[in-house]
Structures are given as C-alpha cells and as structure tokens.
C-alpha cells in the first residue's frame, strides 16, 4: 500500500472522510429520525394493525444497530470501507425489493432482515472512520458527523413526503434505494488512517507467535474469558444499559409521534414539518455538544446522563401539552436538542473506558444493545395501541424508560476510565524468528507504520533510506 493513502489524525484526508461519514450520517437520518413517515405509507398500502405492521421497521431499526458486532468484524478484518460499500448495495437492494412486496411478510424480511442489515453495516462504519481519523479534535469531528443525522431529517423528511404523495408507495421505496446507493459512493472516500492501520498491525503481530497458538483448550478459554471481561467492566455495562433503555422510548416515539399527530386531527404534512424541526434541532445540538465535549473543562459523562434525563422528564410529561400543535413543536425541539447528543460524546466515552485499540470492539457492543432497544421500542408501542392504549400513554411510557436510562448513563462515568489519559498510538511487540531463535524487539507503531507503508513492488535491494540495523524490513 502506498503511504500516500494512510491518513494522519486530524489531518489531510481526514477532513475528507469527515466529509464522507456526514453523507453517510445525513441519509441515516431520514430512516432514524423520519421513519414514522415509512410507517405510515406502510400502514396505508398493506391496511394491516399497527402491530403486525410495526415488525417491518422495528427489525429494520433493531438490525440498524444490532449488526454492530458484525461490522466491527468486517472492520477489524478489511476495512470502513469496504464495510460501507457491502453495506450500501444491501441495503440498496433491498428498498427496489420492498417496492414490489405483495403483503407485508414480505416486506419484514426485505425491509427489515436485509434493509437493517445493510444499513448497520453503513451506521457503524460511518462512526467508528471518525475514531480512527482523529484524535485532537475527536469531539468536534463527530459532532459534525453526526450533526447529518439531523440535517437529513430535517432535508428528507418533506421531501420523501411530498415524493409519496405524488408517485405514491412504488415511488417512495424506489427513491429511497437510489438514495442509499449513494452509501457506496462515501464509502469509496474512506481510505484506511493510519490508527486503523496500527491496530490491525498490533492484531497481527500478537498472534505471530506459534507456541502461543498451539496453547491448550484450557488456557485459550482462559484468555477468551479474559478478553470478554475487558469489555464488560461496570462501567461499560451501565453504557450498554443506558443505551438499551433510552432507545427502546426513543425509536417508540420516532415511529410512532407521526401516527400520533394524525390521530389528535392533524395532516401527514404536520408530521412532516414536526420532524423536520426535531432534524435540524438534533443538527444544532450535536454540533454543539461536540464542540464543547473537546474542551477539557466539560465532562462527556455529565453531558450524556443529562441530556437523556431532560428528554426522559419532557416525554414523561408529554401527554399533558402534547394535544395542541404548539406543545407538538416544543416536544420536537426538545426531542431534537438532547435524543442525539450522545452520538457526539460515544467515540470518546468508549475510548475513555476501553482505549483506542478496542474502539470498534466496544463500539459494536454497544450497538448490540441499542439495536436491541430500538427493536422492541416501535413493538412495543403497537402492542400498547393494539390492547386498547393510546399514542399518548405510549410516549409517556416511553418516557419512564428514558429516565431509568439516565441512572445508568449518570453511572457510567463513576468509576475508573482507563483509557483517558492514554496516547492514541501504543507500543506494540513484534515476534521474529531469526537463526531459530526468538528475538523480542520492542518497536513504536508509527515507525512499524513507516516501513510496512514502503511500496511492496521494489524488486532490488533494500531502500537506501533505512538504517542498516533494519535490513530485516526490507523487501527481497
């Protein structure tokens, strides 16, 4: 690989993946934020209840995240990249399928099995490019990464609405699959940094040796054991907890408010310009929390417990204003101000507490556990309105699940952050044999970077540019 192509922290190509992660952010956006709208063309083309219904997108949300695991393997094993792109052309593929469904079976297999699967794979590579691209301005690059979630709300909502009042249900799901095919095109920008490469480097080489791979069952369960245990410290179980709660009221409510607003007597174009007030809202917001999460005066831990109980207490008490449209715009810019921030603050609050090196390990946890939140959410809002319940008792519930959340978010930053104060690039330990003897050589990431960067297609001799001490790099 040409050293030209691996990007530095907070410099050169960096910018331009940041550019790439915004795109990515900005039509995730539309299917977060907006889905209700979905919900609705859904409800009207098929006519079946709101339950049954409700499978479709609450799959599709919950794959959204729960195929976090799974592309944090992709990750770790090629790249952002090509993660992004498998994920675009499957997601992609999906949305020309759902167009075509007859019944709604159909549609929760294509739309939700495929359609969430591609999109997971998009949502989790386009967050975890920014942690490996910067470092100083970590906060601030995801914030504005992020902040497209909320512009693609607040620009695709109207947009898509107006698309299906003109061309209707075909048209609708035929537009939204040439707009995520547009995943593979920020995909292609996401050239590997140089952190994604000095991990994946430290992967390597900590497996070169073959005494240690030829170890007994007994000790490899051991250390698997031990590995598992890193990731599920208290500290991070209360973020997967948070997560887990605050994202089963969340996406209730993000499916759900649209049918809600029709139900007290408003049109489809009023739940559309409701959620586009809560897209640019959530745009400003994380902006700003990103911002001000890079300075050292401001803890991420304080910021992710409070913005989650100011919209739990909001939500909680949302059936007594929401009847009037005014109190509808409030709980909008509400919902838009704090729902998000803490996609501003998850890059540097899993770092904190597990270091750079396990950043899409973590990552992908804590997406498990908020796409399990997000899958039962919108179910369980259709099992309330289903048994006789209402739309407004369903956000109020869904407001009591937010509020047990923040406990566990205020939790979270109570105990020991082991990454905080560490430097992003690491010392790493390369095994190499030589004479039939093991030799121990402690070496610093970046000048391991340096040499396996060198162009591998040099057929003569070593680069006269290396000590003489370092021949064993050298291409022969």
């Known amino acids: ?48 209840d709101v339950f049954k219904t409700s499978w479709a997108l609450s799959i599709f949300l919950g794959l959204f995240s729960l195929s976090g695991p799974l592309a944090s393997l992709i990750v770790n094993r090629w790249s952002c990249r090509v993660c992004m792109i498998t994920g ?6 999906s949305h020309v399928l759902t167009a075509f469904m007859p019944n709604i079976t ?30 100083e301005k970590r906060n601030f690059a995801s914030g504005v990464a992020v902040s497209g979630v909320g512009i693609g709300a607040f620009t695709l909502a109207p947009i898509l609405q107006t698309v299906s009042d003109s061309y209707g249900y075909f048209g609708l799901w035929l537009t939204c699959s040439g707009l995520t095919l547009q995943y593979c095109v920020f995909g292609a920008m996401l050239f590997p940094s140089r952190l994604e ?23 490899k369960l051991q250390n698997f054991g031990k590995s598992c245990g890193r990731f599920y410290r208290k500290e991070l179980v209360f973020v997967y907890l948070s997560m887990f709660l605050c994202n089963i009221g969340i996406y209730l409510i993000y499916l759900h408010f649209a049918s809600y607003v029709i139900s007290v007597g408003f049109s ?30 401001i803890d991420e831990f304080v910021m992710y417990g409070g913005t989650f109980s100011l919209i739990g207490l909001t939500t909680a008490l949302f059936p007594f204003y929401g009847h009037i449209f005014g109190g509808q715009v409030f709980y909008m810019v509400t ?26 390990t973590v990552y992908g946890f804590v997406m498990l556990f908020t796409g399990i939140g997000c899958f039962i959410g919108p179910l369980l809002g259709g099992f309330i ?22 406990l566990f978010a205020w939790g979270s930053g109570a105990g020991k952050r082991s990454g905080s ?27 391991v970077i340096e040499r396996l960067l060198t162009d591998k297609d040099q057929e003569e001799g070593c680069d006269p540019s290396y000590p003489a001490t370092d021949k064993q790099y050298c291409s022969t």
């Open 421 to 447: 104060q560490k430097k992003d690039t690491e010392e790493i330990i390369v095994y190499r044999k030589e004479s039939e003897e093991k030799e121990m050589v402690m070496e610093d990431i970046p000048n």
């Open 335 to 360: 919902l838009g101000c704090y729902s998000g921030c803490c996609y501003s603050l998850l890059n540097s609050i899993c770092i904190i507490l597990a270091g750079v090196s396990n950043l899409a």
């Open 385 to 406: 309105v289903n048994n006789g319940g209402t739309y407004g008792q369903a956000i109020s519930i869904a407001g009591i699940l937010i509020l047990l959340g923040s």
């Open 268 to 297: 489809h174009l009023d739940a559309a310009l409701l959620l586009s007030i809560c897209g640019i809202c959530n745009c400003i917001s994380r902006i700003l929390v990103g911002s001000a999460a890079n300075s050292s005066n």
């Open 1 to 48: 690989m040409s050293r030209g192509f691996a990007t530095k922290p907070d410099l050169g190509w960096s910018w331009a993946v940041l550019v790439a992660s915004f795109g990515a952010h900005f039509i995730h956006g539309f299917f977060l934020t907006a889905v209700g709208l979905l919900q609705l063309s859904l409800l009207e083309h098929f006519r079946e």
């Open 106 to 135: 159909g549609v929760i297999f294509s739309l939700g099995v495929f359609g969430g699967f591609g999109s997971g794979l998009c949502y989790t590579s386009s967050f975890v490019a920014i942690g490996y691209n910067f470092e």
């Open 88 to 93: 675009g052309l499957t997601v992609s593929i």
């Open 197 to 219: 490469l000095e991990r994946k480097i430290k992967t390597q080489f900590s497996t070169i040796d073959k005494d240690q791979r030829r170890e007994g069952l007994f000790h």
